[in-house]
C-alpha cells in the first residue's frame, strides 16, 4: 500500500537570520503542523517526512490541456489522483457539465483551495477557458508544490465540439528578454496593452445594461488610463526620445491593437454575447467578463515578467506593482460572475 510522503522545508543551519521553526525540538519527528509541506511523493506507508534543508521551490507551470486528450489523461489515473473542477456559474453547470466534474464557481474558489490540497492532479474549465485561467493561478498561487495544475483549453464549449466564435485571441506576448531590443520597447508594449483594454472597458460599458457591471467596466477602463501614465513617466527616463513628449499625445497615438488578424476591440463588443442560445444579456455578460479576464491575465503575465527581466533595477518594483494591481483587477471582474449566470 502506497501513502504520501510529504517534503518538508527546513532552513539551512548555516544561513544566518533564520530561525527553526517553533515546537520543532530535537529528537522529535516535526508534523505537518509544526512546518509547511512543500511537495510529496508516494512511498510505502509509514514513512516519515523527507527533511530537506535546501530543498528548491518546485511549483510546477501550468500546463494546457485539449477536450480530446481529456479522456486518456483521466484514464491513467485512479479516481482519487485527479479532480476535474468546473469554476462557471451554479446555472451555467445546470444546463450542462463535463461528466464527473466537481463544480466550484470562481467566486468561491479561493475559500475551498484546501480541499483541492488533497488532490495531486487538477484540472479547471470553463466556458472558454478564461475563467479557468484565473482559477489555475490562484491553485499555483496557494497549493503545494508538485501539484499539477491543467487548464482546459477551450472550456465547455470546446469540449462539446462546438465553435466558441465570439472569443477572440489576443496576440502573443512573449515579455522575456529575447522579445525586446530595448526597455522602450517593453514599455511602449506596456502601454499599448493598457490602452487596448481602456478601449474594451469603454466599449463594454456603453453596452452594459446591468448598473454594477457599467460602474465596474467604467472603473477598470479610468485605471487602465492612469497605469499607462505611470508606464510613460518610466519610459520618459528610459528614452531621451520621450522625454518632452505630451503623455496625452503619445497614449492617444496608440492603436491599441491586441488582436490576433487586426480586429478591433470595438468591434469584438459589438458581437459579443450575439451567437449565444438566446441573445439575452446574460451571455453578453458572460462574454464581456471572460474576455476582459483574459485582458488583465495578459497584462499581469506581462508585467511580471518584465519585473524579471528587470530585477535589481529602478523598473522592478514598478512592474510588481503593476502586476498586483491586474490581480486585483480580475478580482473585480469575478464578482461580477454572479451577476451574469446565477
Known sequence: MLCRTYFIRLPRLTDRGKKWPRRLVPGRLPTLNN????GYVFTPCGNFPLILANYKDTTMPIESIYPEELPAFSAKLKEAEYTLVDVRQPGEYREGHIPGSRLLPLPEIEGHLDELATTPNLVFYCRSGARSQVAANLAQANL???TRILNLI???????GRPLADMPRLEVF???RESFDTTSQALLRAMELEKAAQLFYQAAESKATSPKMAATLATLGKVE???????????????????HQNFETCFDGLSGDILE???SLEAVVARLGSLGPDGTDGDFCLSVTELALMIETAAY??????????AGTELEPVFLELAEDELKHQ????????ECAA
Open 301 to 310: 503575465d506581462l508585467y511580471k515578467n518584465l519585473a524579471g527581466v528587470h
Open 35 to 38: 512546518l509547511k509541506h512543500v
Open 174 to 176: 512573449a515579455p522575456g
Open 144 to 146: 503545494p508544490a508538485g
Open 154 to 160: 477551450g472550456g465547455f464549449t470546446a469540449w462539446e
Open 225 to 243: 488610463r492612469t497605469h499607462a501614465r505611470v508606464i510613460f513617466h518610466r519610459l520618459q527616463r528610459a528614452d531621451a526620445e520621450y522625454a
Open 331 to 338: 478580482r473585480l471582474l469575478v464578482r461580477l460572475l454572479p
Open 261 to 263: 488578424g487586426g480586429e
